[in-house]
């Protein structure tokens, strides 16, 4: 009997080891993928990491001249700045406000037809695999050089970003509410006012400002491809090898995005708590 006994624990433990197993075999596995795509892609892309230490002198050269920053150039830098900041501001208000309409269009505890949230989500995935450069580059050929484009594109980008995070969020909620408005004859706006925005608006506000974060940064390289900014200057400055003022064109925009990303991280844990 006791033999029997420590057969099926030993049986047991097999069975509970194997997923461990299978989990190394897994890792190992993907190791090794990752290994064998490493060495692809170098022999593909014909990829030398001397190349980098050959040119290194080069580079301190050039981080020399850029930690030396022209600070006369500051009253040039401060309005391109702030019209890099109007942008990230602007695109993510508008590209907010049409994914907050979006999304309660393709949530399916919302709308229950299949058909029409199937389309929407398909158009929303398309729309986000634009990077915001390519989206840049669009609006421009488009609209023309200037802070406008940068406007329509960091909002489209936003779009894509906040309406995946959104919608999401949404499909989780607590379907209690929802269903007792309902049970009472209460109409879709009805229900989306009592039971569905109370429920989501801590969460879309903090996907707003993570998405405002995003911007701040993307703004500043779209300005390089013509979509207004600080970036336009910051390609003038590194075309004609000024690198005093490419420092502080760099300096001054790295203090702004730490300072903003830190408020706006404090201000989202503020909201989820």
Same mark, same amino acid.
Not at 161 to 181: C, M, Q, S
Not at 260 to 272: F, G, N, T, V
């Given at each position: +009997? ?5 057969? +099926?624990? =030993? ?5 509970? #080891?194997l997923p461990k197993k299978k989990f190394k075999i897994m890792n190992l596995i993907w190791v090794i993928l990752i290994i064998v /795509?490493?060495?692809?892609?170098? #022999?593909?892309?014909? $990829? ?6 050959? #040119?290194?002198? =080069? ?12 600070? &006369? ?7 391109l700045l702030f019209q890099t900041l109007k942008m990230a501001v602007l695109g993510t208000v508008i590209g907010s406000i049409v ?13 229950? #037809? ?14 986000? $695999? ?27 980008? $936003? ?16 379907? /209690? ?12 706006? =009805? ?9 989501? +608006? ?15 940064? &993307? ?15 910051? =390609?003038? $400055? ?28 404090? &201000? ?6």
């Amino acid at each position: +009997m006791e033999a029997r006994r420590s057969k +099926m624990s =030993q049986t047991d433990q097999d069975l509970m #080891n194997l997923p461990k197993k299978k989990f190394k075999i897994m890792n190992l596995i993907w190791v090794i993928l990752i290994i064998v /795509g490493l060495f692809v892609s170098i #022999n593909v892309t014909d $990829t030398h990491i001397s190349v980098l230490f050959e #040119n290194f002198s =080069q580079f301190t050269d050039i981080f020399v001249q850029m930690a030396h920053p022209d600070w &006369s150039y500051s009253s040039t830098v401060f309005p391109l700045l702030f019209q890099t900041l109007k942008m990230a501001v602007l695109g993510t208000v508008i590209g907010s406000i049409v994914a907050f309409i979006y999304t309660l269009l393709i949530a399916r505890n919302i709308v229950k #037809n299949k058909v029409l949230t199937g389309i929407l989500r398909i158009i929303m995935n398309i729309i986000r $695999t634009i990077p915001d450069l390519l989206l840049g580059a669009i609006f421009v050929a488009v609209i023309g050089i200037g802070p406008v484009a940068g406007i329509f594109a960091l909002a489209v980008f $936003t779009f894509g970003v906040v309406v995946k995070l959104f919608y999401e969020a949404i499909e989780t909620i607590d379907p /209690g509410p929802i269903e007792a408005l309902t049970a009472v004859g209460a109409n879709k706006l =009805q229900i989306i006012w009592f039971a569905v925005l109370p429920q989501i +608006m801590t969460y879309f506000i903090s996907y707003v400002l993570y998405a405002f974060e995003i911007n701040v940064r &993307s703004s500043t390289i779209l300005g390089y491809i013509g979509a207004g900014g600080i970036g336009l200057y910051l =390609q003038e $400055t590194l075309q004609t090898f000024d690198y005093a003022k490419t420092g502080t064109i760099i300096i001054v925009i790295i203090v702004v995005v730490v300072i903003i990303d830190y408020i706006s991280s404090k &201000s989202r844990e503020a909201l989820m708590k």
